[in-house]
């Protein structure tokens, strides 16, 4: 049973700490330290990282990674690498890291090597998208494939989703590529409006094969294919393929198992997008760029298992997360690429994050007594500043801020990439500078508006700078997040890997389908739900 967070002496010395910094101005600390800018700095790789514009001194980041290492976080570390089962409440190992392991590596769950396991599906899936973009795979009519559509939900849409719009650039243009996830028909209707079955291939995504909302849609599909194929069922066999863990649900749907592509318990949902999951990105991009990908997601995995903890990204993200959230008080992280083909990726990052790390007790089912999981939110630069910046800097919330920005534009049409990163740059600068009373005054600003235009700044931020937007830059991003989620659990002590609080809701909705469905039943909730429901009837 590991000890209490708030009783470890790194965390009481933060707090005493927190206490001399927290009204200390970034605007002082750099004037002090005409370095700071350049020292706290890590580049690794391809990833120019600055966190200089965070509350904090070198006092601070060691009292923090003295608290990780406290806290057993290599120690964690090295269980999650080995296959040891860390998602106690679901009795798993955790090894989305296996599944970009090189082909020669060896991963053990219960004494077996997962490795060649993954490198047989992997092959299985480049088999299928060579054959798929080439246009040698034939529907039932004969006629190539046109239409992708990735059917899935959660971990199942949001990674497939994030790393289509992230690689467009690098897709098959003569390829379409949609994506539904919400049990509203709306979602289905609309992807395979002005379609034709003929050119559509289905990839149902599901994990266990039995979510509602996939399976709802998967039958819809089944339905509208075969409606517009005059209803011969053979024909689901050459436009339905399955990701699944979960073989004989898959037959029993009708879709033949040679069509299916596996992946395992120990992948978790939301760190299931380099599994088979990730079969529609690699029909958009090919299987080179895929494995590109792969390979960048493995070089982050293992600069987070190798380097050092003060030169480690990820480690350092997670605990200037757990700083704000345990002692500034901050609920809230945004997130601000400022590349617009991330535009997906603050939505996938907040399923990653917010399921992840939104718990209340610990690992033995102690209530926390402390804050854990923050939001993460955001939108793509420049266009959330004409909009909700104006909270992040003159509103009364702290919001810690992460720019991701790419030096190489991928299309290159002058001067819109200068206008793009000058804005970023500008953006960290204002935010952790502002603008004085004095400086506004200096402008001849009328009295009665000065306060109305300072800027009070010391607003933190960390800016990330990556060579260019491809596949291996967007595996490194992915599992940066990825293992700064894990640091930030490991302190909380916290599992990161289960997700039981979204049951309920779906369980109370299986109680309520029948009572909508049939409006004779009686009604036995609070009065709110039954008249919720019986306005849905009348
Ligand atoms: C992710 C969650 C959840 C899951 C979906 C879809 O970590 O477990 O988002 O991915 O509920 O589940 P299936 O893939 O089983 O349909």
Known sequence: MSALLTNLTHWKSLESHFGEIKNVQLKDLFEKDGTRG???????SDIYFDYSKHRITEETLSLLLGLAEERGLEAR?????????????????????ALRAPKGATVLVDGHNVVPDVHAVLEKM????????????????????????????????????????????????????????????????????????EETLFIISSKTFTTLETMTNAQTARTWLLEQLGGDASAVAKHFVAVSTNGE???????DTQNMFGFWDWVGGRYSMSSAIGLSTMLAIGSEHYYEMLAGLHEMDEHFRTAPLNENIPVIMGMLGIWYADFFGVQTQAIFPYENYLKRFPAYLQ????????????????????QTGVVYWGEPGTNGQHSFY?????????????????????????????YLIANMIAQGEALAFGKTAEAVKAEGVADNLVAHKVFEGNRPSSTF??????????????????????????????????????????VLAQNIIPELQDTS???????STNALIEYYRS
């Not at 570390?77 to 890291?97: C, D, P, Q, Y």
């Not at 009364?396 to 720019?403: A, G, N, Q, R, W």
Request: glycine share 10%; with cysteine; net charge neutral.
């Open 38 to 44: 350049e020292r706290f700095v890590l580049k690794v």
């Open 77 to 97: 570390r090295a269980a999650m690498f080995s296959g040891e089962k860390i998602n106690s409440t679901e009795n798993r190992a955790v090894l989305h890291t």
């Open 126 to 197: 480049t088999e299928f998208s060579n054959q798929v973009r080439s246009g040698a795979w034939k529907g039932h009519t004969g006629k190539s494939i046109k239409y992708v559509v990735n059917i899935g939900i959660g971990g199942s849409d949001l990674g497939p989703v994030m790393a289509y719009e992230a690689l467009k650039h690098f897709s098959q243009r003569n390829l379409s590529f949609r994506f539904v996830s919400n049990v509203d028909g709306n979602d289905f209707a609309e992807a395979v409006e002005g379609i034709s079955a």
């Open 249 to 255: 649900a898959v037959s029993k749907f009708g879709i």
């Open 351 to 370: 399923q990653l994050t917010m399921e992840s790390n939104g718990k209340h007790v610990t690992l033995e089912g102690e209530n926390v007594g402390y």
């Open 390 to 418: 104006q909270l992040v800097h003159q509103g009364t919330l702290l919001i810690p801020c992460d720019f991701i920005g790419f030096k190489k534009p991928l299309n290159v049409l002058p001067p819109h990439q200068d």
């Open 465 to 506: 700078f990556i060579d260019q937007l491809n596949p291996k830059n967007l595996g490194k991003l992915i599992a940066m997040y990825e293992h700064c989620v894990f640091v930030q659990s490991v302190i909380w002590d916290i599992n990161p890997f289960d997700q039981m609080g979204v049951e309920l809701g779906k």
């Open 521 to 527: 039943k009686v009604l036995q909730h609070d009065s």
